[in-house]
């Protein structure tokens, strides 16, 4: 496995303590059987004056602005996954790309179906890697990335969907015989012809933790990212019979507890495995779905601090241009408005603040009622045009969804124009 930067002392101090963690702490998930709900559990932050809370830094984690891209399931399903040596030469391609445009991390999606882009004791392999779930392909393709970016100055986040199993009866086309479905199908509930773990049930959630375990234990990643999938559903169904048995009142206020007794796990299994590791989450841009729909907290997450932190950032996916329109006529969601009212939310010392653009808007528009829905991300500067508005507002840093949306066979007619004008913004040169 690729090893973090460090020094060979500090490396194989961290090597015993994060195997020691993941044997102890993660394996005890399951052990004691630890309820997620109404509390905040699995491993805890260092204490202060520890010394895995006066780590060194982490060098492969950026200084300043946050500049990232997100490698979806989307962009391995092109990757050629037929041997070691083809997909390491994609890789190459990509990070190339990516550290040309003077960006900084890559948020790689490396768990989008209950499996796994790398090897797992707990999960199947990815069908993105053979075109079948549960097989091996004969290499590591995170530890590849791993190397191939680091060696680049690139810092790697592990994208993880926490629940997601399958998103269509297409989508994976089969799982595996030990993917959680199968195994567990009494943590599952189907929502049309998708599979997902059910956020009320305790169990499902330690199995969700102690992944997490394994991949900071076992891999150089230097953080690991969830994105916006939260509950699959509004639908009340789903987790009646948990509902009834919690004696809760508030069936959204107990769901909103739910999602974040697993965020809040999740960080200090992060935290207890290497604090300079960072934990973020890119939830909608529209903060009533997500606390309303998701049933994530944002709000209270940037508030967060201390012992109480749930999250090291947000990074909201602002997806719309200036001046987008609702059909009501509302443009609350114009880049220019819904930015200022994520700024303005109460954030906590230590957690960051940044903003996901849609690349993927390039040339086809936000489907906006007003007249410039398309021209305006037409323009072959759209994006450069929001970061410099991003740096003018202090935001921590940006995101751009996604990789294929400006490069390979995807990527608009426009999109050389855009990374050159983002180029201009970042220092880098054609």
């Known amino acids: 496995m690729t090893q973090r930067r460090r020094s060979k002392k500090k490396d194989a101090h961290r090597k015993i303590s994060r195997r020691v963690f993941l044997l102890g702490a993660g394996a005890a998930c399951v052990g004691a059987g630890l309820y997620l709900r109404r509390g905040w559990l699995t491993a805890q932050p260092p204490e202060s004056g520890s010394e895995a809370a006066h780590a060194e830094p982490n060098p492969a984690l950026p200084a300043g ?4 891209v997100w490698v979806s399931y989307l962009e391995w399903a092109r990757m050629d996954f037929s041997s070691a040596d083809a997909f390491r030469a994609g890789c190459a391609g990509m990070l190339d790309n990516c550290a040309g445009l003077g960006l900084n991390t890559v948020l790689a999606q490396v768990r989008p179906f209950g499996d796994a882009l790398y090897k797992s004791q707990l999960f199947p392999w990815s069908h993105l890697c053979t075109g079948t779930q549960g097989q091996d392909p004969g290499f590591d393709p995170l530890d590849i990335l791993l190397q191939e970016a680091h060696s680049r100055g690139l810092s790697v986040e592990a994208w993880i969907n926490p629940y997601r199993l399958r998103s269509s009866a297409a989508m994976p086309p089969n799982l595996a015989g030990n993917n959680l479905a199968n195994t567990h199908p009494e943590w599952v509930c189907a929502v049309g012809d998708g599979l997902y773990l059910n956020p009320a049930e305790p169990a ?3 199995y969700v933790v102690q992944g997490v375990a394994e991949l900071v234990q076992n891999y150089a990643v230097d953080g690991i990212h969830f994105d916006d999938y939260f509950y699959p559903t509004t639908e009340e169904g789903i987790d009646a019979v948990q509902f009834a048995a919690s004696g809760a009142a508030d069936l959204a206020a107990w769901r909103r507890e739910n999602v974040t007794a697993l965020v809040k796990a999740v960080h200090d299994t992060v935290k207890a495995a290497d604090p300079t590791l960072r934990f973020g989450i890119s939830p909608q841009g529209n903060p009533d779905n997500d606390l309303n729909s998701q049933y994530s ?9 201390g012992e109480e932190q749930v999250v090291d950032y947000l990074c909201p996916q602002v997806y719309w241009g200036y001046g987008y329109t609702l059909q009501s006529g509302s443009t609350r969601f114009a880049f220019e408005n819904i930015v200022p009212v994520w700024l303005a939310y109460p954030r906590a010392e230590g957690v960051a ?7 993927y808007r390039v040339g086809v528009g ?6 410039d829905s398309v021209s305006g991300w037409s323009t072959g500067s759209a994006l450069a045009r929001q970061v410099e508005d991003l740096r003018r507002q202090n935001a921590g840093g940006w995101a751009l969804y996604r990789y294929g949306s400006l490069f390979g066979s995807e990527a608009s007619e426009l999109a050389a124009e855009e990374c050159t004008a983002l180029r201009a913004l970042t220092g880098k040169k054609t």
Do not use: I, K, Q, S
């Open 353 to 359: 603040l940044y903003f996901g653009l849609g690349a």
């Open 297 to 305: 907290d944002v709000t209270a997450w940037l508030a967060a601090g």
């Open 65 to 68: 602005e946050w500049r990232a």
């Open 204 to 206: 499902a959630a330690d």
């Open 366 to 371: 936000d489907g906006g009622a007003n007249a």
